[in-house]
């Protein structure tokens, strides 16, 4: 490796193409990947560091250490998955890398911590109760969620992607609930909380020694019911100037009560009835391709503003203050009915209608794949981004645009062989 700095990206994901393409173009530092060896992406980077399928959380540490330890400039690191930032923390400390506190990272990645931190500063959102994977006793269960109002969201305390999140509209529900999020916890907590009621979205901010700006406001369109997977996304969220500054000022007060005080940060919210209420910090890039949805409405580039946060470069926050949207863009999710995928139609037809230079159509699934019921966001068989000239044109040219495509799958016939799994986040094409 020469004298120039090095920028580490820890399993990027399928997703982040844009970031990908934007860094690559990027002259100041050489972008070195950590993922799988069967990723697509994986030869995009100047320096691969090529993963196992399997990805020992030893063997990614090892070789994450290895390519930082070889790099002689300046050098930064960024996980983009809530699995990762462990690693990240991990690796920040060894070698005194730019970022937040490791301690925030690490303690990020327990969604208790987080709560009990909101609670103590004030920051709304939901009645909760911690709650142990490993209790099995139905009157045990009921009774560790006695005080709280049902619906109730059961979820593992350290998952991400929509994992194990499952709603229990009553006490008959819960025992369901619980043994479906049970199997996705590691350190063997649950939470369970009150469902907050209303429109989902993100706040994606920018922290500089403390100091936070909001980027943007992100709308999203989420399963509700067994599951809750965002199966779409729009910028800007489409919210009255009073509803806006709430919502900052309450993300803002999320992040530094959790000690965020550096990087990018994608903070969720329910709109409720009584006000805007916390789900969770993410301290990281947001994923859904919402940093491309920023960029094409505002022309502020986040994944250059991550890369110079993990780099310690100077970041203008006045000139993120002050920029604006001035149109709207959107990302839709494809879906289809579980079975196999025989055949993809639509997609010449959609594809013609696209504006090449700003919107696409990506394909995460091809014949002989097996789709499974919508559980996780992993489940999600290729996107659509749309522009407008405002956030609803944006929203409805996107749903027209996805609604053309037809993932047409059916059952597996007699022995027919094994279908593969999806793609997921192995490869993007």
């Known amino acids: 490796m020469d004298a120039k700095a090095l920028l580490l990206l820890i399993r990027v994901g399928c997703l982040r193409e844009q970031a990908l393409t934007s860094w690559t173009r990027r002259a100041d530092f050489g972008l070195a990947v950590a993922e799988s060896a069967t990723a697509a992406y994986l030869r995009l980077a100047e320096h691969q560091i090529p993963l196992s399928p399997e990805r020992p959380a030893e063997e990614v540490y090892e070789a994450c250490r290895a390519a930082l330890a070889a790099a002689p ?16 923390a991990r690796l920040a400390e060894e070698f005194g890398l730019p970022g937040c506190s490791p301690s925030t990272l690490r303690s990020l990645t327990d969604k208790t911590w987080a709560r009990e931190r909101f609670t103590e500063a004030g920051v709304p959102g939901p009645r909760f109760r911690v709650l142990d994977a490993a209790v099995t006793d139905p009157a045990e269960r009921r009774a560790a969620v006695e005080g709280l109002t049902y619906p109730l969201i059961v979820k593992p305390a350290d998952s991400s992607a929509g994992r194990g999140v499952v709603r229990a509209g009553n006490p008959r529900e819960l025992d369901t609930a619980w043994g479906a ?83 990018i940060a994608h903070t969720e919210m329910i709109l409720t009835a009584h006000g805007p209420r916390i789900i969770e910090v993410n301290p990281r890039p947001a994923g859904d391709c919402i940093l491309d949805l920023v960029e094409l409405t505002s022309g502020v580039d986040l994944y250059g503003t991550a890369a110079d946060l993990a780099l310690r470069r100077p970041v203008d926050t006045d000139a993120l203050d002050r920029a604006a949207p001035t149109s709207g863009a959107a990302i839709r999710f494809l879906s289809a009915e579980p079975g196999v995928v025989r055949h993809i139609d639509g997609v010449t037809e959609a594809s013609a209608l696209l504006d090449p230079a700003r919107e696409r159509l990506v394909l995460l699934t091809r014949p002989g794949d097996i789709v499974e019921p919508v559980t996780t966001n992993l489940h999600r068989l290729g996107y659509v981004i749309a522009v407008g000239d405002d956030t609803a044109a944006a929203v409805g040219r996107a749903d027209r645009l996805a609604a053309m495509v037809t993932v047409v799958t059916s059952p597996a016939a007699p022995g027919e062989p094994p279908a593969r799994r999806l793609p997921s986040s192995e490869c993007w094409t």
């Not at 300046?74 to 462990?86: A, C, N, Q, R």
């Not at 599951?227 to 969220?237: K, T, Y």
């Open 73 to 88: 400039g300046e050098k930064g690191v960024i996980g983009f998955l809530d699995s990762t930032l462990p690693l990240v």
């Open 181 to 263: 999020a049970a199997p996705f916890t590691k350190s063997g907590t649950l939470l369970a909380e009150e469902e907050l009621l209303g429109a989902e979205i993100s706040v994606e901010t920018v922290t500089v020694d403390g100091h936070t700006v909001v980027a943007a406001c992100t709308e999203k369109l989420s399963t509700r019911g067994d599951s809750f997977v965002e199966l779409g996304q729009a910028v800007p969220a489409r919210l009255d100037a009073a509803s806006e500054a709430e919502v900052s000022g309450i993300a803002a007060a999320a992040l530094k009560a959790v000690g965020f005080d550096h990087g």
